[in-house]
């Protein structure tokens, strides 16, 4: 089978890494959430088969199912989803979402290479067909008849009754797994060769297929052979979508596992019998008694390489029992889950320590099953014991990484949420509050003089709140330059101001000298507060609203009322943003505000903005809704979707005749460092035959404060094309002159701001003739911003400013309006 592309969805680590083992093979991607699997699928079209874990919902695979289900480019793409036995009603959800195929964890890699290769090679089939078909059935059966595996096409009225083909192909090994010919297997029809209790589930899979519920479904089934003998299959069916005129197409693929079946209950009938061949393996085989001692009636010699005590010593308990080799503390426990089996009759597994004759101590596993005689007596206890100790030193120092900051030592947010989960079951013994230090501003520190500069002060602030850590006073770090105090059993809120009071000591005499603010959040918890989750994203709200306090250079806010409105209502727009990107085109729309040109008087462009219309929260702006929206990545979807309908307007305003004007769109960062943003931009230009040169790309200055090496870059590639580069909200950010010259732009937009110094006599009211001045020796072009009224605009035009923007000349409009105004201008003109 020719290498293919597989892209796997899970956040198990063992998981990716035992299927990455499995499938070396082929080309592989994985994903580790549904944002960066989203990435992956964008940006690798030739993806052939996703294997997506619906067994975390942090993966969120319901939302990666239905967002492939909405996007025609994707929707035929194969998805095998990988479940929870526990969970079958998401098995039916995520084939109804879209969905070819399941396997349920655990899983054999057996059976998941058997699953995944038959849809890949249904896949390979299936285009092969309707590339071939209309062409040559010649080219098209020479290539089935070498296929390895059985293979029917057919369409017709009826596909699975008798003689309900109007025609089919079947290749030989088709032919040879069922033991009948093309003539008998079209006589028959498959009801009459599937085995009676694999019938009705075929038949019903077959049925959704025609109703169109479902593109594909897969089992296993018998076939019966002329002879009476039994043929065991792994089927994969789907619809063929062909231009003829039949009802139902469809192709079948059929690989024969009768000897795996074979396998299966030959291992099913010698189950016991695993006992003889564990004894020539590493560890320790044993057949013993029930009791306190643990009394061997039989080991085998890898015992002695396992405890250095010889297999004589300890069957019957000659010179040790087993018993004592147990460490003390996992006696008891062990006898107890011993009687547990005897009883439930489970097998057992068990972990626990051993002390060898040597006094090593090592960790072990034990597995085993109670035996019994024909009258139920229980006769004996078997199984293996073997050394797990180098597996164990890994396990637990995993876990310490996976409990723990690796920077400070501290217990991670992880290990938090899971101890206030336990703690809102079980702790009664009094108040209990969250203090969250918000340290983020040490980011610029970090640009300054360095990463390992900045991690030092995080080390430091570490140590220092460390002397307050108690067991009723716990200290976490949380997220990055982020710590949490957990405290428990205060009596009132005044020790915790208190407490804050030494906190912000503390982070004076650290962070002061350096010019470093930060911010501290607080949330007293009560009993019917929401999850952990939720609890820590509102103490990191309120510790952003403490940092975000122009007045204090340390400050502390109390989550409240007020704040969780503020967060209830980000919460809604994310909500909003989610169904934008998905395709709810209701939820959006676009103003278009003119620009003037000074000299002239003409319209010379329309600055697209965008504007989010909820039944629920009215109209939000941008300053609100774009934050969150880069915050979550979901500005790569819809930014995409505002340039479609800005150029949409433009190929309008085209058509109409109004080819010299030109649009302004804005653009995140986020948007213009994804990869295929310029070139998808320019494919859409293409498509809609409009040239860059009526295109601007605003861009904000804070864009440059990181990666401004690559943006530049970027950048400099669209100017390059003939787009326009404006800075929008030039003077509020990072820019200066000095920068500017390095800078792939052509236009200055001066914000609002300094517009509005030109009214009446401010002292730096010159501010604005300079920056015009200056902008014009780099060789671009001003835009003022904000203009509403007469003296702003004069002195604009008497300082030379090329274009001016604002409600004196024209506000944000729909598309009719803006052609509205353009068709006045140009009557009055004439």
Known sequence: MAT???LIISDSDEDRSNIIDAFSHHNLLTAGDRLSAMGQISGNPDIDLILLDLCSPDIEGFKILNELKLDAHYKSLPVIILTNPEEPENEI??????AVDYIRKPFQMESLNSRVAIHLELLRVSQLYEELQPHSFLTLNAVLNQAPVGICISYGSKTFIAGGYNMSIMNPAYEEITGRT???????GWDKITHPEDVNEDLENFKKLQEGKISSYSMEKRFIKPDGSIVWVDMAVARL????DSVWNQISIFQDITRKKEMESELS???????????????MAYRGSLDRDWTMQFVSQGVYDLTGYTAESLENNREISYGELIAPEYRESLWNEWKNSKEKRPPFKHEYEIVTKAGQRKWVMEIGQSIYDEQGNLEALEGIIFDISDQKEHELKHKYLYDHDALTGLYNRRYFE????????????GKRAIININLSKIDVMTISYGFHYSQALIKRIAEAFDQYSTDNCRLFSTYVNRFTFYLKGYREKDEIIAFCGRIIEILESILLPEGIGAGIGVLEINNDDAEAKDILRNVLVASENALSDPNHLYNLVFFDKELEQKVSRREKIKNALDSIAVGDDEGIYIQYQPIFDVKTGDIHSFEALTRIRDDELGIVPPLEFIPIAEETKLIIPIGMK??????????KLKFIGYDSIRISINVSVIQLLKDDFNSSLIGLLDDMDIPPEKLIIEITESTFSDNFKEINKWLGELRDLGIDIAIDDFGTGYSSFSREKELNVNCLKIDRAFIKKLTGSDPEKAIIGDIISMAHKLGHYVVAEGVEDEEQMQYLFSNECDMIQGYLLGRPMDENSAIDLLDKMNNDFH
């Open 4 to 6: 293919k592309i597989l």
């Open 93 to 98: 959800s995520g084939l109804r979402a879209g």
């Open 182 to 188: 093309k003539e008998e297997l079209l006589e028959l």
């Open 241 to 244: 979508d062909l231009r003829n």
């Open 269 to 283: 009938e010698s189950e016991r019998s695993k006992a003889i061949l564990l004894a020539n393996l590493p560890g």
């Open 418 to 429: 899971e101890l206030l989960a336990d703690d809102a079951e079980s702790y009664r013994e």
């Open 642 to 651: 505002i340039i479609y309908h800005a150029i949409t307007f433009l190929k």
